[in-house]
């Protein structure tokens, strides 16, 4: 009996989501179209039941790189309106549309200027009218046997928050990289979260000559300090260039004896260099996209601050983060 | 040098008015020229030499800009685009001194964009300006960006009346195409009239003239900023958000919280700049190595007074330790 009753509750519930499928429409599409065009958040509010809903949904949405806070209509009313700005986009979620707490803030929201959509089951509610989208998220029944207590119909609204989660996944190319950037929680998450400074090499473990060192010298100085690079410096540790094992090949590749050349002959000039307080993240992707496994890091005006290799960011170097 | 088209359209995006480095004897520092300009040129969209302000193109005399600009191309060879202050104290000066450049650039055979730049209302009134040009650009092959400066204009005591080019003056000077920009210094209603009155001329490009309004206000074309002599990272990275050409990217969250520090940083240094942005903005580079000598043919009266040159060592005493620059 148990067991049937529950059976019974996921089955209304299903569908419930189901019909969602044949009732999306346009509005769908021209919502997801707002917000990838809007440069301001999708502010999500609802009282109750919605309420909780709402902060599920804002959650899925920031997760995966869509801008969201939830904002609670009372709250609104006394004062956090000013959170509200002309380019965002308010969702509002009510099942039956005429929630009077979140009714009453609409005349300020239209006045703010920013786009409203609405999440709702009833078209026709005082909601509805005020919103520029109206998406049906009605269901016939709730699973509640006296039809009290929302069940089916919320149910039905998270599905319709995953669904425009998972759309603008799609939308703006949303790829595991940037779901890592977001969840910072995890052992690479955590480097990838520190800034050049906390992971790069400096002092004596900067590997360095200056301008007026011979090749051979300098071939020697990369086989000490093992990073396969080594960093030439001009007056006053301004960085003038890079050597890197690739540089040394291409040297004796030109068949001229590598002793009788200086570092300036053989050395990139100008190599990418970041600063130190550049986000780990951000060398780690310069590093992929130029494929190159070492950084110069450089004050503002050039001078030498360090050296990242791209063991440190991942953890096989020197550095070790929290001790491990 | 390029051949010129119509379709060669100046750099958009970070200009620097590099200073001009000088030994005590008033000749060029090389070494230094050389330092100043591989410090600069990776990050800026072009590189103005001796420019009225930063690079004291006013006051050096025509042989000093012309060795300055003769070591500056054959530094660069090419890399950058090149914009070159050719603005006389009178119309014959200038010719003269486009004439030189033009003869010397012929003769290395220099390849790279190069425009010229002139302030026209520091030697001639509006008045005939736009005839002027006519004349003017059929001399040479080489585009021309002109410049509206009234605060130059005024040094010039007596000389002529108005500081400012007339907008119905601008719109003539226009259809000449070989006008491809304007480097604008203004309020914002006479930007408004100059940017309508130069909608004929396709791909016309208006830099903004005061950097500190182009922190509050960017501009749509770029920015000729002093402050990039010394950190022109920071200023690459104010420019091109400014312009927006970090949307393309989808980066604007990330940046948005650095630009916003890097924004007041380079406010900080325009404060120090500001009083004698060249003697100053020597003095600062000369302090970090990246110049050899401070020397500035441009004088600073409240230099002289040493309570305010103390003032001055220790706010950039602040300005450098804060920025990590020492």
Redesign the interface.
């Known amino acids: 009996m148990t067991i049937n009753e529950a059976k019974k509750v996921l089955k209304i519930e299903a569908e419930g989501i189901l019909q969602l499928i044949d009732r999306i429409d346009d509005n769908f599409s021209h919502l997801v179209e707002f917000i990838c065009s809007s440069s301001g958040r999708l502010i999500i509010a609802g009282i109750g039941k919605s309420g909780l809903v709402g902060r599920k949904i804002v959650a899925t949405l920031n997760s995966t790189g869509t801008?969201s806070f939830f904002l609670h209509p009372v709250e609104a009313m006394h004062g956090d309106l000013g959170m509200v700005c002309r380019d965002d986009i308010f969702l509002a979620l009510s099942n039956s549309g005429e929630t009077d707490e979140l009714n009453i803030l609409m005349p300020n929201i239209r006045e703010i200027g920013c786009k409203i959509v609405a999440f709702t089951g009833n078209k026709d509610s005082t909601l509805a009218k005020y919103s520029d989208l109206v998406i049906d998220v009605g269901v016939e029944r709730e699973a509640c046997p006296m039809g009290l207590a929302p069940t089916s119909s919320t149910t039905a609204l998270l599905a319709m928050g995953d669904a425009l989660a998972v759309v603008l996944i799609n939308k703006k190319e949303f790829k595991s990289t940037d779901f890592k950037r977001f969840h910072p929680g995890g052992r690479l998450g955590q480097r990838l979260s520190c800034e050049v400074k906390d992971l790069m090499l400096t002092g004596s473990l900067i590997p360095l000559v200056s301008e007026e060192t011979g090749a051979g010298e300098a071939v020697k100085e990369i086989d000490r300090f093992g990073l396969g690079v080594i960093l030439v410096v001009?007056?006053?540790n301004?960085l003038a260039g890079i050597i890197t094992d690739g540089d040394i090949r291409r040297a004796v590749a030109r068949k001229k004896p590598l002793y009788d050349m200086s570092v300036e002959e053989i050395m990139t000039?100008?190599p990418r260099a970041v600063?130190?307080?550049t986000?780990a993240y951000?060398a780690l992707n310069i590093m992929e996209k130029h494929q190159i496994t070492v950084l110069p890091i450089i004050?503002?005006?050039?001078?030498i601050?360090g050296i990242l290799h791209l063991h440190d960011i991942l953890g096989k170097g020197d550095f070790k983060f929290n001790g491990t | 040098m390029e051949p010129k088209d119509k379709y060669f359209s100046p750099p958009q995006g970070l200009i620097c008015p590099l200073v001009s480095p000088l030994m005590d004897d008033n000749t060029i520092d090389s070494a230094s020229l050389e330092r100043l300009l591989e410090h600069v040129g990776r990050a800026v969209d072009g590189v103005l030499l001796c420019d009225a302000i930063w690079g004291e193109g006013t006051v050096l005399s025509a042989e000093i800009r012309f060795d300055l600009v003769s070591s500056a191309l054959e530094i660069i060879r090419g890399r950058w685009p090149v914009l070159i202050f050719i603005t006389g104290k009178t119309l014959r000066d200038t010719q003269l001194f486009m004439a030189q450049m033009e003869e010397l650039i012929n003769k290395i055979e220099y390849r790279g964009k190069l425009f010229w730049v002139d302030y026209p209302l520091y030697y001639h009134s509006n008045r005939g300006l736009p005839q002027m040009y006519l004349e003017l650009m059929t001399k040479t092959e080489i585009p021309l960006i002109i410049a509206n400066l009234p605060y130059l204009v005024k040094q010039q005591k007596g000389l002529v009346k108005r500081g400012n080019i007339r907008t119905s003056v601008l719109k003539k000077i226009v259809r000449n195409t070989e006008i491809r920009g304007m480097i604008f210094t203004g309020d914002l209603k006479r930007s408004f009239n100059y940017q309508m009155a130069a909608r004929s001329g396709s791909g016309f490009v208006f830099y903004d003239g005061d950097e500190a309004v182009f922190l509050k206000n960017p501009g749509m074309g770029g920015v000729v900023a002093g402050g990039s002599n010394l950190v022109p990272g920071k200023w690459l990275e104010i420019t091109r958000f400014s312009l927006n050409q970090y949307d393309k990217k989808k980066r604007i969250q990330i940046s948005r919280p650095a630009v916003l520090e890097s924004g007041t940083m380079l406010q900080f240094l325009y404060s120090l700049c500001n009083a004698a942005p060249a003697v100053y903005m020597k003095k600062i580079l000369c302090k970090v190595g990246i110049i050899d000598s401070s020397h500035s043919y441009s004088s600073v009266e409240s230099l002289k007074l040493s309570r305010q040159e103390k003032a001055w060592q220790d706010e950039l005493k602040v300005f450098l330790n804060t920025y990590d620059m020492v």
């Open positions: 801008r001009q007056k006053d301004f000039k100008n600063n130190p307080d986000p951000d004050n503002p005006i050039g001078k601050r």
